[in-house]
């Protein structure tokens, strides 16, 4: 099956990964070995390793210490697929004038998104966390939120490879 993507007046592209084949892929990494050697301890920010990357896919290892936040993002045309392998992570998905829905990840489990999908991700305990991303396409650029004072919420583009901070949005 192939997942189109029309954005705007670009012209429309095909990809040959959809979300359930990204979960395959990141529950496949995570029953394996060769992310081990890019875990990091490191308790100032979140890490991120590249693990593999082919013209549909690229797959990051991430490193999750306490209180390591994304902030609230987007991946613009990406879908993808996470699998949490050591610790637990929070996601959050945004809502306006609601709750954010929020669910806790724990080791052995995944979750997907399509690329209209707004959220932030964070570790709320002491403990590490690490976790697998696959997204198709690759990244090119993701979108970072903010509140201004008025209450107007802002998109600000990021690369792909940019590191995502948590900025303040209620």
């Not at 990494?29 to 390793?49: N, S």
């Not at 490193?63 to 392998?85: K, P």
């Not at 201004?148 to 940019?162: H, P, Y």
Request: net charge negative; hydrophobic share 40%.
């Amino acid at each position: 099956m192939r997942l189109t993507v029309n954005r705007f007046s670009e012209p429309i592209q095909e990809y040959a990964v959809t979300e359930s084949e990204l979960t395959d892929l990141v529950g496949r990494l995570a029953a394996g070995d060769e992310w081990r050697g890019l875990v990091h301890r490191d308790p100032d920010r979140r890490r991120f390793e590249p693990l593999s990357r082919t013209d549909d896919v690229d797959v990051w290892v991430l490193s999750w210490m306490h209180e390591h936040d994304t902030g609230w993002h987007d991946h613009d045309i990406s879908s993808g697929a996470v699998a949490v392998v050591v610790g637990e992570i929070v996601e959050e998905r945004l809502r306006i004038g609601g709750s954010h829905l929020r669910r806790t990840y724990a080791a052995g489990t995944s979750f997907s998104f399509d690329p209209s999908h707004v959220h932030r991700i964070h570790n709320e305990t002491q403990a590490l966390a690490v976790s697998i991303h696959a997204y198709s396409p690759p990244l090119a650029q993701m979108g970072s939120y903010t509140v201004d004072d008025d209450g107007a919420l802002r998109r600000f583009l990021l690369s792909g490879d940019e590191e995502l901070m948590p900025a303040a949005v209620s």
